[in-house]
């Protein structure tokens, strides 16, 4: 997905003369490399302050809208009109819409002008996605409710996008819309929630027969409404619903990876990380304090730091890559070759299918998920993996540390004992020390 820090009005710099529409009234639209500028003197004329309806000081005529924040543009009823985000606080977008009268300028000079701005705004990503749009009004404090209908809906329609919101009634409800989903009828499934609510998005997709041209096909995104919001912080990077929702606008579709867990004979599809322990207990153990919102976690850690509790278990790994210097020089590496819109195109068929992943062949053939390739834990475990007993066991923790990453086919690692000496302190940054960080095939 697209870049999504807040926006700062960028200074203008020095239009290519096709790029101007000049319209009556003084105005004019110009496009620089990254803004659009629009030039208006009833623009500076609203903008100006007042005291006892007598206008103050003097206003900018020029507006600079970063081309990133150009939600759409068209001509409707002999009028130009221009959508976009507009920044109000560090904290929130609005939608705002321009309105300009063409009167005697050639509607097919205006035309080209809207087509070549719409290239700009979007790039290679794809114009009024058709979204499914799922708000779960439970998620973290509540409020996903007026989360979307302020924040979000007013963003996506006036980026055109095409809307079915369905509102979730109960906790597993999303598995089962995402089973029977049309996926011919949507481009992308919008969970408006916390984590829990992508996380049923996926199972659903991957519990349908076709569930790799499922996953294929619809692209999931999120928008940030629970409390830890980890999707949208790796994929959006926010955890500001408006700029998630911009984020989600602009964004292009990339490749991400799915993890297989298995209780018993149940196989659940993970996609940030699995957690047994400390972490694991400070998210469930505390759904009563739901109305703290993020804070809730670490609330959760401080009452279990000082339970000082054990979750001794036995870890069987195939370790790929055992030293931390060797796992820093591999996520450097993976980090500068990683190319979203290409990656799938350029990995070549053996990476996709020694990883497991699905090959287009696989994915047009609309199968189920991929089988296991080291099966479940009731099967015997394979003779180059190492088993180790963890008697004071505190946290386990394995996962895609940054879905940023995409596709890298390997998950990471972190165990820590329970006990770390007093004098290390309670910092949480200390008891995440990566004592034991390994990847793990
Ligand atoms: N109407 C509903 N009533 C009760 N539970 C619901 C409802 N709709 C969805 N759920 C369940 O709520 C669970 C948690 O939701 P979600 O992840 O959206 O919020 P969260 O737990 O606050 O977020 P986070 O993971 O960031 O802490 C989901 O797994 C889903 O099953």
Same mark, same amino acid.
């Given at each position: 997905?697209?870049?999504?820090?807040?926006?700062?009005?960028?200074?203008?710099?020095?239009?290519?003369?096709?790029?101007?529409l000049?319209?009556?009234?003084?105005?004019?639209?110009?496009?620089?490399?990254?803004?659009?500028?629009?030039?208006?003197?009833?623009?500076?004329?609203r903008?100006?302050?007042?005291? @006892?309806?007598?206008?103050?000081?003097?206003?900018?005529? #020029?507006?600079?809208?970063?081309?990133?924040?150009?939600?759409?543009?068209?001509?409707?009823?002999?009028?130009?009109?221009? /959508?976009?985000?507009?920044?109000?606080?560090?904290?929130?977008?609005?939608?705002?819409?321009?309105?300009?009268?063409?009167?005697?300028?050639?509607?097919?000079?205006?035309?080209?002008?809207? &087509?070549?701005?719409?290239?700009?705004?979007?790039?290679?990503?794809?114009?009024?996605?058709?979204?499914?749009?799922?708000?779960?009004?439970?998620?973290?404090?509540?409020?996903?409710?007026?989360?979307? #209908?302020?924040?979000?809906k007013?963003?996506?329609?006036?980026? !055109?996008?095409?809307?079915?919101?369905?509102?979730?009634?109960?906790?597993? #409800?999303?598995?089962?819309?995402?089973?029977k989903?049309d996926?011919?009828?949507?481009?992308?499934?919008?969970?408006?929630?916390?984590? &829990?609510?992508?996380?049923? $998005?996926?199972?659903?997709?991957?519990?349908?027969?076709?569930?790799?041209?499922?996953?294929?096909?619809?692209?999931?995104?999120?928008?940030?409404?629970?409390?830890?919001?980890?999707?949208?912080?790796?994929?959006? &990077?926010?955890?500001?619903?408006?700029?998630?929702?911009?984020?989600?606008?602009? +964004?292009?579709?990339?490749?991400?990876?799915?993890?297989?867990?298995?209780?018993?004979?149940?196989?659940?599809?993970?996609?940030?990380?699995?957690?047994?322990?400390?972490?694991a207990?400070?998210?469930?153990?505390?759904?009563?304090?739901?109305?703290? +919102?993020?804070?809730?976690?670490?609330?959760?850690?401080?009452?279990?730091?000082?339970?000082?509790k054990?979750?001794?278990?036995?870890?069987?790994?195939?370790?790929?890559?055992?030293?931390?210097? /060797?796992?820093?020089?591999?996520?450097?590496?993976e980090?500068? +070759? $990683?190319?979203?819109?290409?990656?799938?195109?350029?990995?070549?068929?053996?990476?996709?299918?020694?990883a &497991?992943?699905?090959?287009?062949?696989?994915?047009?053939?609309?199968?189920?998920?991929?089988?296991? !390739?080291?099966?479940?834990?009731?099967?015997?475990?394979?003779?180059?993996?190492?088993?180790?007993?963890?008697?004071?066991?505190?946290?386990?923790? @394995?996962?895609?540390?940054?879905?940023?990453?995409?596709?890298?086919?390997?998950?990471?690692?972190?165990?820590?004992d329970?006990?770390?000496?007093?004098?290390? +302190?309670?910092?949480?940054?200390?008891?995440f020390?990566?004592?034991?960080?390994?990847?793990?095939?």
């Open positions: 997905m697209a870049d999504a820090t807040p926006v700062a009005i960028a200074p203008a710099s020095q239009p290519a003369t096709s790029d101007v000049i319209l009556t009234k003084g105005v004019s639209l110009s496009l620089t490399r990254d803004s659009l500028i629009v030039k208006d003197k009833t623009h500076a004329r903008q100006r302050k007042k005291l @006892c309806g007598v206008g103050l000081g003097s206003a900018s005529t #020029e507006l600079s809208i970063p081309l990133y924040n150009v939600l759409w543009a068209e001509i409707s009823s002999g009028n130009l009109i221009v /959508d976009f985000a507009d920044p109000v606080s560090k904290k929130h977008l609005r939608a705002v819409k321009l309105s300009y009268a063409l009167d005697d300028t050639a509607p097919t000079v205006v035309d080209a002008w809207v &087509g070549t701005l719409l290239d700009q705004a979007y790039g290679t990503a794809q114009r009024k996605k058709r979204a499914k749009v799922l708000v779960n009004p439970h998620a973290g404090p509540g409020g996903a409710d007026k989360t979307w #209908e302020n924040d979000v007013p963003l996506f329609e006036a980026a !055109r996008m095409s809307l079915d919101v369905v509102r979730t009634k109960f906790s597993g #409800e999303a598995i089962e819309i995402c089973e989903l996926i011919n009828a949507y481009d992308v499934l919008i969970p408006c929630s916390g984590d &829990g609510l992508p996380y049923e $998005c996926i199972n659903g997709l991957g519990k349908r027969p076709d569930a790799r041209k499922a996953l294929h096909q619809i692209a999931i995104a999120h928008i940030p409404c629970g409390s830890g919001n980890a999707m949208s912080c790796n994929l959006n &990077g926010t955890y500001r619903p408006s700029f998630a929702a911009l984020a989600i606008i602009k +964004g292009v579709r990339m490749p991400m990876d799915l993890m297989s867990v298995t209780q018993g004979d149940r196989r659940m599809l993970s996609f940030l990380s699995q957690s047994v322990g400390i972490i207990e400070c998210d469930l153990g505390t759904e009563n304090l739901r109305w703290l +919102g993020a804070a809730r976690f670490n609330v959760g850690l401080i009452q279990r730091i000082f339970s000082k054990l979750y001794p278990c036995d870890i069987s790994m195939k370790v790929e890559i055992p030293e931390k210097a /060797d796992i820093k020089a591999h996520y450097k590496r980090r500068n +070759g $990683c190319d979203h819109t290409t990656r799938r195109e350029n990995g070549g068929a053996r990476e996709a299918s020694l &497991g992943e699905s090959t287009s062949s696989d994915v047009d053939s609309g199968e189920g998920l991929p089988p296991l !390739r080291f099966g479940t834990v009731n099967d015997k475990i394979p003779d180059d993996w190492e088993t180790a007993s963890y008697d004071k066991l505190g946290n386990f923790y @394995c996962g895609n540390v940054s879905i940023n990453l995409a596709s890298k086919s390997q998950l990471c690692f972190l165990i820590l329970a006990y770390l000496p007093r004098w290390r +302190g309670w910092h949480p940054m200390r008891t020390l990566p004592r034991h960080a390994l990847t793990m095939d």
